[in-house]
């Protein structure tokens, strides 16, 4: 049953919305309502105000209307609030325990065969509750509303036990859950926080183990971006300069370390920041353009944080950074050196990461550093072969054929050193430079002079590039000498490994093999044989110190010599000077004279008078005539470069050899011997010697 | 706390063995100051879990209950702020120990030092030894060339 009206703000018609159903919320605004409801049967009271329509009061005879007076608005709130009243209530209490009485008795005495709805009576009390308190509120709103009706007083009804305990149950059941809710709480908590522990556990063990290695230092300036640890490795070593010049690292030297969402240390290395320095040689043939030397070996850039903090990524890591920072110190150092005015280098061409010099004729170096491309560059042995193939060889030889190869490939051997050893040497002499020297500078910071480093790297770099020109001009030196020592076939090249840089030495050993000494000790006189024996062994050194060659050797005539008797046993040694193109020739001459020197003193052990001149040892016969052995010395000869000639001459040689062609004096005077090695020498010797006139014999 | 007063100390007094009295000082008042946030932080812990135990009572009134479950999570989270700053100070003593600790770090440097010395000597050794051995057999090898038969048959082909 349903009845609804509406209402007017001002009360002219009071309405009021009734909802009987049982679900239905009640009205959503408090409405005066009375109402008596009693269960569910729904006999329900109402007390109904009558319309405010004008009612007429009385009509009087002369037909005025006379209405009722209008009543104020506050007078009528005031009737209908008296109106409330509560009564029903306590009925219906007493009504609802003689149900439940007479429900008690029924169920009793009835066994109920259909069990009821469980919750039904929680639903009902519920809504009964639920109308109670709507009823309250209204009261309320409308007490609160109204300045005329106040509440009197407020008592509240002592609670019942079971209330007082249900109401205890439930701030208990509150708590408890309040306290579980915590209980979640600090779990999550301890979870978060051990693995903050974890991950800060795992990020100081690999900044401890970095810093081990390297130069970790804390960022004084506050961190902006999160994650941001404010941790850095300086690169940068401050030992050479003086700590007031250099006050900020730059940016190029410092890595920066940050956290990672791992908590782990992440090290972004600039994308460019693996270098390797090459080096190599400019040819000057027309094959232009540096020949790449081959690249040095360098790790795999690490772009990626490294998730392990193991000992092989951090060797890695330091290999990696150890060459970018060697490098760009010896780049620095390389390019202070040769720019510096006072080094006496060349510097032919220079760019950013780019310089390149000359050393010598026709020789110029590079040094660059270039950034490494990403993973491993392993060592190009094509490079390697293209270098020593693309140095063309400077002779060219016709002959044999055996010959020939054999030549070839003498030749074909580079004369400039391997770049790789070049690259190594440079980078160890900055090295020691570096790293050696410097430490020892603190002790001397105040006198250091800020220009003093450029000073000694330009040295060192002086230093290098003579290394260098010193390197390819020993290799020249070592060819020529071969060359010779190859086609004279009593001669032997030693070798004198000097351990320096900028000195090489070598020597040509002839010695007098021991059946020809047996022989002549045998053909020496008696008288003689007391006499120191013949000096069998003879050297010649060819040293080389920068650039400069320099021979020394024994048993070549001087000056002097040639005017003193010969008798003396002391050799003479000489030193002098030559250059490149004359070696050869000299040594030749050289190990020539020592031949006839030894020719000479065994001629003097047999008993003959026999002259020595530079290359020539000439007998005096019977008859006046001169015959001489002579020797003749032809580095470019292939079959051999030293021949020898026989040559006589009489009292009348000299007029006649002016007149008369060479080729027929050839024939005449001289007979070419060819390339005799000693012991045909010396069986040679001795038929001069019977032809003397015998001597001893 | 003992562990955290133990870093302190060594970390303050790994740093005051300075020379200059105000150095000392400096880093006197730095370890108190450390000690007296851990001081706080730890007792902001046990505080605020006494309360927190305290809080389990009922009250009557069920205000009181609800104040108090407000209470209780104001020092649950103020319990894990502490936590959370006594992790923040070990990480600051770590990083006071990594950077400052120049014993460990001196010390640590002369090892690495020894170390490299030693690899170093051994590679000079080493190179040393190998230029010595590529001297003799270089030696030896010129030496049988030249007197070997196979370069005198050679020039005699020639």
Redesign the interface.
Known sequence: MEMVTDQNVHGYSYSFKLSLSRVAPPPVEGRLVSVKERKMDGKLEMSLDKLPVKRLESIEENGFERFPTDIGYDEKQVSLIRRIDFGWAVEKEDEEKKQKKRQKKSSRESSSTTTPWPWKNMVENLHLAHQELSVIIDLINTVEANDAVTVAGMTRPKPLPNEILA??AV??A??LQ??RN?GK??KQ?AKA?EQ??AR?ARF?GA??RL???WK???QRVAAIAPGNEGFMIDLFDNSLYDSVAVFQPSSLSTIRIDHNSDGMLAINLPSKSCHSLLFGFLSGHSNAGPKKSNKSKTHGSLDNPYKKPEKESLSDNECVKDTHLLLRKVFDMVNRGAVNQSSGLNVTGIQENYLQLCIGPGISIYVSVVPSDQGDQAIDSEDTENLESAVEPSDSFDG?K??EEKHNSLTKKTSFPNCITCEIYLKQIFHEYIFVEAKRRPFSTSTRMPGQPANDGSGLLSHFCLSLSHRIISNKVLMELENV???V?Y?????H?T?HSRSSAWTIYMKIPPSILHASSQARTPDIQNMKNVKSEFWTKVMVRDDCINIEAEGAPNVVGLFKDSSDDICSTNKYDCNLDDLPVIILQQVASQVIRWLHEEALAVGIKANRDFLCLSFELEQGEILSLVARVDPED???CISWLLTMEDSFAEEKKLHMNIADGASEYRKFLGYLPLDVLYSTLMDLVSLCGGGSH | MNKAGGIAIGGGGGVGSGPTTSAAAAAAQKQKALMVRVETDIANIVDNFTH?VNA?R??DT?VR??Q??CT??MR??R??QA??SL?KL??EL??TA??SGFAS?ND?VDQ?IGEFTQLAEKTDSLLARV?EE??AS??EL??HY??SAQ??TQ????
């Open positions: 109401d205890l701030s208990t509150t708590k309040c306290y915590l709480y600090f908590s926080l903050q522990v800060e100081y900044l401890i810093q081990q290695n970790v230092k804390r044999v055996l010959a020592v190859c086609r076939p001669l032997h090249l030693i070798s490994p351990w292939i079959q051999g | 927190l389990a009922i009250n069920p209950n609800s108090e479950a209780m999570d649950a989270s319990m894990a936590a959370d992790l070990v990480s770590k990083q990594i950077f770090l640590h690495r230029g590529a001297a270089l030696k010129e030496t030249y007197s370069r005198t020039t005699l082909e020639t």
